[in-house]
């Protein structure tokens, strides 16, 4: 994607003046003008192959002959060299619900009494056959209110699955990759569970299994496809190499292939290829525990873990709203706005916000207390789409503390059903323009396929405010238009102005253009008896008045997919323009007004 990014500065005038949304005014003493295009990568599950010193061949030997057995054994650690502390802040309430015996999971629950997360689960899916096995549960285990308790269960968790999966022929989706490599971070991130459960378990104990974990990993990580898979792999078994003290995985090379394997997954700016914010907190987490773990082995630090996480925070904080809740675009992450706030204190205090990330697609727009964050960015790679969103051009707002708009969010993080799934993904889904229902990236099962191939972005800054062009080619192909976009955030925050335009022969055989804004479930919606306005409350105490040019506006149910609470019901604001569709653009406004007395609820 980088190789067709263009960027830079284009000089010193400004976009042109007639129809912009900002007025005349917000043109005036240009302070900066840049502007680039971005274009959609193709699949990125290639690269290079990364072998080990064995070949091919030997490694298919260990693996389907009886030498498996011994390609598993070797020195047993008999304590740990490190024992970092897992960055990860994990939920409370999801820990209270362990404690009291159900193992919350993608697709069900699991019990958690006398070893049963284990019985039965052949019957279940395989994702959540693979989130019991991985241990992905332990930081809201380890957040729950009784801690001696989470610590009690945790210890017997590890002794059961230990006692239960000696080896990859007891169950293949305990020890399939997907789920061994993530177990290995989760023990190595909670060790100390892990060293109390090797005293109370004769041999092999929870130690030795972790080592037998990592020759397993060693030999089945996926050395070629999905890149994310591949880091979390190849970091699991550098983070077993340092905290059992394992020369023979080699650590100097495995930090060189992981470091080589981020600077394909990660751009300059920060941002993951994937687009996906829950990718880029994955991301974080290993680096946070790689930095902690050679700290705590008087290691040299490599330079790129600290680089990586500098950059990794800084477009973390480029796209998270007032309240600290990183914008629900491809996915968002499961975290809360609190969760996500101190994991990023944990990881660089100290590290800027990013205003503009070029490379991955995003923009932000910040002034007077109020944030947006815009999709500015063609859809990720097909391979790594399957959980992303065709929300080309979307945004979201928040005034302080309290997001306004936002997008529903993603039902893959929660277990939610397929069909939900897939309306999560949607356009109509997206606070942005929706031709004829239709979805500007085909979204399906296995990625999101043709559709936007590129996004052109122009960001002129003066002191009115700041303004961005843009424009996606996502209906082209199928209805022979181009989506502009602008959007312009007075300087002192009170006025979001927007236009949106199609442009092109196709646009005369449309039926119909919705104009969506998705609100938050605390905002309070009103609209004008004449139907040409809708007042919006937050509990902050401040209201918002928007317009679009003379519309009717109207309310429709929604859901926002919440970090905490999952679906949660909420109201959509739409803006419905029937053919013949204007070749003017279709203008709107959310301007900040006196809080009616008697606000609230439509």
Same mark, same amino acid.
């Given at each position: 994607?980088?190789?067709?990014?263009?960027t830079?500065?284009? $000089?010193?005038? #400004?976009?042109?003046?007639?129809?912009?949304?900002? *007025?005349?005014?917000?043109?005036?003493?240009v302070?900066?003008?840049?502007?680039?295009?971005?274009?959609?990568?193709?699949?990125?599950a &290639?690269? !290079?192959?990364?072998?080990?010193?064995?070949?091919?061949?030997?490694?298919g030997?260990?693996?389907?002959?009886?030498?498996?057995?011994?390609?598993? @054994?070797?020195?047993?650690p008999?304590?740990?060299?490190?024992a970092?502390t897992?960055?990860?802040p994990?939920?409370?309430?999801?820990g209270?619900?362990?404690l009291?015996g159900?193992?919350?999971?993608? $697709?069900?629950?699991?019990?958690?009494?006398?070893g049963?997360?284990?019985?039965?689960?052949?019957?279940?899916?395989?994702?959540?056959?693979?989130?019991?096995?991985?241990?992905?549960?332990? !930081?809201?285990?380890?957040?729950?209110?009784?801690r001696?308790?989470?610590?009690?269960?945790? +210890?017997?968790?590890?002794?059961?699955?230990?006692?239960?999966?000696p080896?990859?022929?007891?169950?293949?989706?305990?020890?399939h990759p997907?789920?061994?490599?993530?177990?290995l971070?989760a023990w190595?991130a909670?060790? =100390?569970?892990?060293?109390?459960?090797?005293?109370?378990?004769?041999s092999?104990n929870?130690?030795?299994?972790?080592?037998? =974990?990592?020759?397993?990993?060693?030999l089945?990580y996926?050395?070629r496809?999905?890149?994310? %898979?591949?880091?979390?792999?190849l970091?699991?078994?550098?983070?077993?190499?340092?905290?059992?003290?394992?020369?023979?995985?080699?650590?100097?090379?495995?930090a060189?292939?992981?470091?080589?394997? /981020?600077?394909?997954?990660?751009?300059?700016?920060?941002?993951?290829?994937?687009?996906?914010?829950?990718?880029?907190?994955?991301?974080?987490?290993i680096?946070?525990?790689?930095?902690?773990l050679?700290?705590?082995?008087?290691?040299?630090?490599?330079?790129?873990?600290?680089?990586r996480?500098?950059?990794?925070v800084?477009? /973390?904080?480029?796209? @998270?709203?007032?309240?600290?809740s +990183?914008?629900?675009?491809? $996915?968002?992450?499961?975290?809360?706005? %609190?969760a +996500?706030?101190?994991?990023?204190?944990?990881?660089?205090?100290? %590290?800027?916000?990013r205003?503009? #990330?070029?490379?991955?697609?995003?923009?932000?727009?910040?002034?007077? &207390?109020?944030?947006c964050?815009?999709?500015?960015g063609?859809?990720?790679?097909?391979?790594?789409?399957?959980?992303?969103g065709?929300?080309? /051009?979307?945004?979201?707002?928040?005034?302080g503390?309290?997001?306004?708009?936002?997008?529903?969010?993603?039902?893959?993080?929660? *277990?939610?059903?397929?069909?939900?799934?897939?309306?999560?993904?949607?356009?109509?889904a997206?606070s942005?323009?929706?031709?004829?229902?239709?979805?500007?990236?085909?979204?399906?099962?296995?990625? /999101?396929?043709?559709?936007?191939?590129?996004?052109?972005?122009?960001?002129?800054?003066?002191?009115? &405010?700041?303004?961005?062009?843009?424009?996606?080619?996502?209906y082209?192909?199928?209805?022979?238009?181009?989506?502009?976009? =602008?959007?312009f955030?007075?300087?002192? $925050?009170k006025?979001l102005?927007?236009?949106?335009?199609?442009?092109?022969?196709?646009r005369?055989?449309?039926?119909? +253009?919705?104009?969506?804004f998705?609100?938050?479930?605390?905002?309070?919606?009103?609209?004008?008896?004449? &139907?040409l306005?809708?007042?919006l409350?937050?509990?902050?105490?401040? #209201?918002?008045?928007?317009?679009?040019?003379?519309?009717v506006?109207?309310?429709?149910?929604?859901l926002?997919?919440?970090?905490?609470?999952?679906?949660?019901?909420?109201? =959509?604001?739409?803006?419905?323009?029937?053919?013949?569709v204007?070749?003017?653009a279709?203008?709107?406004?959310?301007?900040?007004i006196?809080?009616?007395?008697?606000?609230g609820?439509?």
């Open positions: 994607m980088a190789d067709d990014r263009r830079g500065r284009t $000089g010193g005038r #400004a976009p042109d003046r007639p129809g912009s949304p900002g *007025g005349s005014d917000a043109y005036n003493a302070a900066e003008v840049s502007a680039h295009r971005i274009r959609r990568a193709g699949d990125r &290639g690269g !290079p192959l990364l072998t080990w010193p064995v070949s091919v061949a030997w490694r030997v260990q693996l389907y002959t009886p030498l498996r057995a011994l390609a598993l @054994s070797g020195p047993e008999f304590r740990l060299y490190a970092p897992d960055p990860l994990g939920d409370p309430a999801l209270t619900t362990i009291s159900a193992l919350p999971g993608r $697709g069900g629950n699991s019990g958690v009494g006398d049963e997360p284990w019985l039965n689960l052949a019957r279940r899916s395989v994702r959540h056959q693979w989130f019991v096995h991985s241990f992905e549960w332990l !930081p809201d285990l380890m957040a729950a209110a009784d001696d308790a989470a610590q009690e269960l945790g +210890v017997q968790l590890i002794r059961d699955w230990v006692a239960r999966y080896g990859p022929g007891a169950d293949p989706q305990a020890w997907h789920a061994t490599a993530r177990r971070i190595t909670h060790a =100390q569970l892990v060293q109390r459960a090797a005293a109370r378990t004769p092999p929870a130690l030795t299994a972790m080592a037998r =974990q990592a020759r397993h990993l060693r089945v996926p050395r496809g999905h890149l994310p %898979a591949r880091i979390v792999a970091s699991a078994l550098l983070m077993a190499a340092l905290t059992l003290d394992m020369p023979e995985l080699k650590p100097r090379r495995l060189r292939h992981v470091a080589h394997l /981020l600077d394909l997954f990660l751009h300059d700016d920060g941002g993951p290829i994937s687009r996906q914010p829950a990718h880029a907190v994955g991301v974080l987490r680096l946070m525990l790689l930095r902690e050679h700290r705590a082995r008087g290691l040299p630090q490599p330079a790129w873990i600290g680089e996480i500098r950059a990794v800084s477009f /973390l904080r480029g796209i @998270s709203l007032g309240d600290g +990183v914008a629900r675009f491809n $996915g968002g992450t499961a975290m809360s706005a %609190a +996500v706030l101190h994991l990023l204190h944990q990881a660089d205090p100290a %590290a800027p916000v205003v503009s #990330a070029p490379a991955t697609g995003f923009e932000r727009l910040s002034a007077g &207390g109020v944030t964050v815009i999709d500015s063609p859809p990720p790679p097909p391979d790594l789409s399957t959980r992303a065709a929300g080309t /051009l979307s945004f979201e707002m928040s005034d503390d309290y997001p306004l708009v936002v997008n529903m969010g993603s039902a893959s993080q929660h *277990g939610l059903p397929e069909k939900l799934t897939s309306v999560a993904r949607a356009t109509a997206h942005t323009l929706v031709i004829d229902d239709t979805n500007s990236t085909r979204a399906e099962a296995d990625g /999101l396929r043709r559709g936007v191939e590129s996004v052109g972005v122009r960001r002129a800054v003066s002191e009115a &405010g700041t303004l961005l062009d843009l424009a996606h080619d996502g082209r192909h199928r209805l022979g238009v181009v989506h502009e976009r =602008q959007l955030l007075a300087g002192d $925050g006025r102005v927007g236009a949106d335009r199609l442009v092109g022969a196709g005369n055989k449309l039926a119909i +253009v919705d104009l969506r998705h609100l938050h479930p605390r905002v309070g919606v009103r609209v004008s008896r004449d &139907g306005s809708a007042d409350s937050h509990p902050g105490g401040r #209201a918002w008045r928007f317009r679009a040019d003379g519309r506006v109207k309310t429709e149910e929604s926002f997919i919440d970090a905490d609470a999952g679906p949660v019901r909420t109201k =959509q604001l739409v803006v419905r323009v029937a053919a013949p204007p070749a003017d279709l203008r709107w406004s959310l301007e900040r006196a809080l009616p007395r008697d606000a609820n439509a």
